[in-house]
């Protein structure tokens, strides 16, 4: 069967003018303040997809110009250890990551996976450039899981002291190589030294939040459970780093308002971050858009205390327009930052209850719910979703041989950009 993309026109959610979109716009050209762009499609209603295999069901909302193998789509259930614990009567939970005893086989363990098989296939059919993604892991994993599978040349850069998070089932494809910045480094310097390597024209960045593809294929995890639950949920957790995937469920939220059919209400946001890194949870405590400041030292520092490594973005997109300060400001909800103790209390507690191991990161979510329910920002008879944003690491691991792998280069951001994007240029030459 030829797949048939799904229609749509981007918006410019600083503005609200249209543009077409010219097969990787990242933003609008002519608009005059920082926004992201966000995706129009043509057919209003949710409609999954029964004839496509896993997380293409929802291909009808992505942005996406064909389908790529092995993908699986969240999954969602309704909670009775964990509910019965927090006195929830309506709580759900959308799972990604490996658990093949609920329908759930994302091999790296990460809802990370639901960006790289939407932004993959967003690629051009006649694309010759290689993609660039910086991660502090999981998002790394992710994509190298997705390009090695699929044979589509790929750059990662990470931060050196994150490798282990590059682990997986079968050795990578000679299509994607590693770069790392060096050790003592963040997320932050990952990213500039991405940048440096998408100076030469045989990269392409791959655009973090600003592509509608990475926001709209984590946008699924809504999906998820509206498709489960029959209606649009009164409110939402999860932990964040950039914020991006709180940005995502936002987003579908407003389109399923305009389906008609789950509801048209806007569900309270509740995100969490990982104390001491609460760039976040501190410009929106003051009820600000400009983020507070964060040194690079203070960032590094912040970063090497919290357990849940993945939520030290020092450059979220929070202030833009579309960003999360706006999803906060339409939707109402609160952020909340979690200490270490709290997270590994409720990473424990979740296994034992639920039955599974969870991320760190997907603690911090659950740690937020159990503070909401014993302050009263949420009641008992509220349907939530709390989104477990990766689990079943310990599960796959257990199953078979994991192979970890290797940085190719390990190269100092400071270095020029000629310099960075010369070496990197040659890895990939045959």
């Known amino acids: 069967m030829t797949f048939k993309p799904t229609k749509y026109t981007l918006k410019c959610c600083a503005d609200g003018h249209m543009l077409e979109d010219a097969g990787w716009t990242l933003e609008a050209p002519e608009c005059k303040t920082p926004s992201l762009v966000r995706a129009e499609y043509e057919n209003r209603q949710f409609n999954p997809r029964n004839d496509l295999d896993g997380f293409y069901r929802y291909a009808d909302w992505l942005p996406i110009k064909k389908t790529l193998s092995g993908s699986c789509a969240p999954v969602t259930y309704k909670s009775q250890a964990l509910a019965e614990k927090l ?12 658990w093949p005893e609920k329908g759930a086989k994302m091999e790296t363990c990460s809802f990370k996976e639901t960006e790289a098989y939407s932004v993959c296939a967003r690629l051009p059919q006649d694309n010759s450039k290689v993609l660039v993604v910086a991660s502090a892991g999981n998002t790394a994993r992710a994509f190298a899981k997705v390009c090695s599978d699929n044979r589509i040349p790929l750059l990662i850069s990470i931060p050196y002291d994150n490798i282990s998070a590059l682990w997986f089932k079968k050795p990578l494809d000679s299509c994607v190589k590693i770069i790392a910045s060096p050790k003592g480094s963040d997320y932050f310097d990952a990213i500039a030294l991405a940048d440096k390597a998408c100076t030469s024209s045989k990269f392409m960045a791959e655009g973090g939040a600003k592509n509608i593809a990475r926001r709209d294929g984590m946008g699924t995890t809504l999906l998820s459970a509206v498709e489960k639950i029959g209606r649009i949920p009164d409110a939402y957790f999860q932990a964040i780093g950039s914020g991006t995937g709180t940005i995502a469920v936002w987003e579908n939220n407003l389109r399923l308002i305009g389906d008609g059919r789950y509801g048209s209400h806007k569900m309270r946001l509740y995100p969490s ?16 858009r400009d983020l507070v400041p964060m040194t690079a030292e203070q960032a590094r520092a912040a970063a090497a205390e919290i357990d849940a ?10 202030s833009l327009a579309g960003g999360l300060f706006d999803a906060m400001e339409d939707a109402t909800g ?13 990473k424990e ?4 209850l639920e039955g599974i191991d969870i991320h760190n990161a997907a603690a911090v979510a659950v740690a937020s719910l159990a503070e909401a329910s014993r302050s009263g920002k949420i009641t008992p008879e509220e349907t939530i979703m709390l989104n477990i944003t990766g689990g079943g690491e310990e599960l796959a691991k257990s199953e078979g041989e994991i192979t970890y792998a290797e940085p190719d280069l390990v190269l100092d951001p400071s270095l020029p950009a000629g310099t960075i994007s010369e070496q990197v240029e040659r890895l990939f030459m045959n």
Do not use: A, C
């Open 334 to 346: 609160e952020i909340f930052k979690i200490g270490n103790n709290e997270l590994s209390l409720w």
């Open 87 to 98: 006195g929830l009567q309506n709580l759900y939970i959308t799972f990604s990551g490996w």
């Open 349 to 352: 507690e979740f296994k034992r």
């Open 309 to 318: 490594k993945v939520l030290s973005n020092r450059k979220p997109p929070y």
């Open 273 to 288: 971050q990982n104390d001491p890194f609460t760039i976040m949870y501190d410009s929106w405590k003051l009820h600000q």
